[in-house]
Nanobody, 114 residues
Framework: QVQLVESGGGLVQPGGSLRLSCAAS????????MAWYRQVPGKEREVVAG???????NYADSVKGRFTISRDNAKSMVWLQMNSLKPVDTAVYYC????????WGQGTQVTVSS
């Protein structure tokens, strides 16, 4: 079974940028959608961005124009470029492979604070 490992989280000031990476232990070509979700303690997980195997993308309204999702099937990698970060973006971010079953990474913490 493919495993997903996120990295790139950390502490950043408001207005700053971070780039999250998701490395898969196997091929992601078979997953129609690769996505990033986030979760704040006490709240449900919410989808942040998704990208199909053909490169079509969609974003939550709250991150449109600030975040960019990308994937490289050959490298089995997915990225989330996050710009103009706000304190409300603080959350644990998860990489998700969506197929017949959904696979989740362990998450990476993003904290936006001055």
């Amino acid at each position: 079974q493919v495993q997903l490992v996120e990295s790139g989280g950390g502490l950043v000031q408001p207005g700053g940028s971070l780039r999250l990476s998701c490395a898969a232990s196997g091929s992601i070509s078979g997953f129609n959608v690769m996505a990033w979700y986030r979760q704040v303690p006490g709240k449900e997980r919410e989808v942040v961005a998704g990208i199909t195997r053909y490169g079509s993308t969609n974003y939550a309204d709250s991150v449109k124009g600030r975040f960019t999702i990308s994937r490289d099937n050959a490298k089995s990698m997915v990225w989330l470029q996050m710009n103009s970060l706000k304190p409300v973006d603080t959350a644990v971010y998860y990489c998700v492979a969506r197929g017949l079953i959904d696979l989740w990474g362990q998450g990476t913490q993003v904290t936006v604070s001055s």
